[in-house]
């Protein structure tokens, strides 16, 4: 259980940050409008997150499933500022 805790408060956070992130930088016209919306749903998101990690059966799973969830949500933020003309 605290292994599963311990996942979610911190790969839960820079998982947060990152799909905050894509979305602002994908979103169509001015990021602006959205940064503030966006950035308000960033603790209930980060919560989200955090509560979905006691659905997994093991610590190791939680661990390697939002390892691979970050490593992912990095990636599209990278591609979406590399190929995308952003903000």
């Not at 016209?29 to 209930?44: C, N, Y």
């Not at 970050?70 to 952003?86: C, Q």
């Amino acid at each position: 259980m605290l292994a599963k805790t311990f996942a979610g408060i911190l790969l839960g956070l820079p998982l947060t940050l990152a799909l905050i992130s894509v979305v602002i930088w994908i979103w169509p016209g001015s990021s602006e409008a959205v940064t503030l919306p966006v950035m308000m749903a960033f603790f209930p998101l980060w919560v989200g997150i955090m509560g979905a990690t006691y659905m997994f059966r093991s610590g190791p799973r939680a661990w390697a499933w939002l390892a691979v969830a970050n490593l992912s949500a990095f990636a599209a933020l990278w591609v979406a500022k590399h190929t995308l003309p952003g903000l």
